[in-house]
């Protein structure tokens, strides 16, 4: 949902204005934001955003913090920048605090000399937190010093987004060269140093993506790198120029343990399906294990066509003895429409509540309840033969899928004498398509693993894969949570290449991680 940007009336002026925060985000990736910068997030009532590299950085940020992504993304539509001046003024005044997340380091390229200057004659505070900024670290993760007792007595660090207003004579002058936002001019960049006299054999690297796991450096001269980048898509890049350039060969192995240590899944790239609006813990598992995770959602959840039957359930909650919850979307419909109906939380006190899975589980826990029963093995075929006590007589809610979920367990438990009541508390449907990275991964073919956490993923990835009409999965190892996830890849792609041992998400990681060290996954992939 789009928040509204319009911020309520200020509060008296004798009111003390909170601080705003501009905060450096760094290189994107989550273990590159400062311990001062994480604080904040936690802290922030407000957060006005840049388009990030990585979304994970939102993941410290409270669920009732106001989220306002503000663009700033080159080639891309994005808030103007007198916009994002008046709604740091406005929160400030309004007496909420306030985060401004900017990419980088706020004072290289951050275009935050206009918020200062409309925060200060507004008379709100402000502090500036640093970040690590990509000029000076993709060069470092790069294995490309940017001074050097021999080849590179300085650098200079200038913006390639206007290569009109460089001043093309003195760049010639410097050793060394840092552009940043110089991707989509690279050609007018190469060219305007040519004419002022530098070699066309002077080194260049383009460094993409620095400090992530998909980070790539491709080098060249002046002369040739525009033709050994062309059909390169567009991506975060830093530009180096200068003869520190050549160590990059040298230390390579650098470069490469820097990947690598403690990186069981270094140089994979995994495609995590899931459902639409859903943070990946499992995403941020992967990432931090040295995969390049992306992620693409398989389903979207939304309410019921119709009300009535929960409606009717929770108006007549004192004759079931348990409830049972087979996901997490069915503990948050159920709660939420218990709370939108006027109805207080003790209305649940009288039952006694079976939860299937682990995340289900914590989910419940969140909401403030604990679970009377979790079957062994984290799955629901498992529920009714452990049942704690005889099911005969007794009376069981089910707050289920709409439409396509499984009837197994109610088939169970009707057979062994109760009465039970499957109730559709929520819908899942199929996206329109695949995100545009998983798309443009599975495209170039670079994806190594997809995984699936239901077997409803894995039909409705089915379905997006069959409708984009150009994609193969022949080299793509196929994952599964457990036993009826593999069931649906073995009737859908024919195979399951790795289930997880345990039924959980942590217990998918484990089983990609040993996969990945096999020799033969390595070499088919």
Known sequence: MTPNRDAPSPRSKNHPRPTVYLV??????????????????????????????????????????????????????????????????????????????????????????????????????????????????????????????????????????????????????????????????????????????????????????????????????????????????????????????????????????????????????????????????????????????????????GPPSSWDELDNAIDNLSKFDWVVFSSSNGIEYLLDRLKEKGRDVRSLSGLKIAVVGRKTARILEQRGFNADFIPPDFIADSLVENFPEPVAGKTFLCPRVETGGRTLLAQQFTEAGATVEMVPAYESRCPASLEPEALDALRRQTVDVVTFASSKTVRNFAQLVHDAGDISLDNVAIASIGPQTTEACLDLFGRCDIEAEEYTIEGLYQAIASYSQQPTANSQQ
């Open 24 to 301: 450096g985000a760094g290189l994107g990736d989550v273990g590159y934001l400062t311990v001062r910068g994480r604080e904040l997030l936690r802290r922030a009532e407000v957060l006005i955003y840049d388009a990030l590299a990585d979304d994970r950085l939102l993941q410290w940020v409270s669920s009732d913090c106001l989220c306002l992504n503000v663009g700033k993304r080159g080639g891309q539509p994005s808030t103007p920048q007198s916009e994002i001046d008046r709604l740091l003024v406005a929160y400030c005044l309004q007496g909420r605090r306030v985060v401004r997340l900017k990419a980088g380091d706020p004072f290289i390229f951050g275009r935050s000399t206009s918020e200062l200057r409309a925060l200060h004659q507004a008379n709100c505070p402000v502090e500036v937190v640093p970040g690590i900024s990509s000029a000076l670290a993709a060069p470092l993760l790069a294995g490309i010093p940017l001074t050097d007792a021999a080849l590179s007595s300085g650098f200079a660090v200038f913006s390639g987004h206007d290569p009109d207003r460089l001043p093309s004579d003195a760049l010639t002058k410097l050793d060394t060269l840092v552009f940043l936002m110089g991707r989509r001019h690279l050609p007018q960049i190469c060219d305007r140093l040519l004419q002022q006299g530098k070699s066309p054999q002077t080194p260049i690297a383009l460094i993409r993506w620095a400090g992530r796991p998909q980070q790539s450096v491709c080098t060249g001269t002046l002369e040739n790198i525009v033709k050994r980048t062309a059909g390169h898509p567009p991506s975060p890049t830093v530009i180096v120029i200068g003869e520190v350039v050549q160590l990059h060969e040298e230390f390579r192995g650098f470069e490469e343990s820097m990947a690598t240590k403690f990186s069981p899944l270094a140089g994979k790239t995994i495609l995590v399906t899931r459902s639409s609006g859903q943070s990946s813990n499992f995403q941020t598992l992967l990432t931090h294990a040295g995969a390049n995770a992306i992620s693409t959602p398989a389903l979207e959840i």
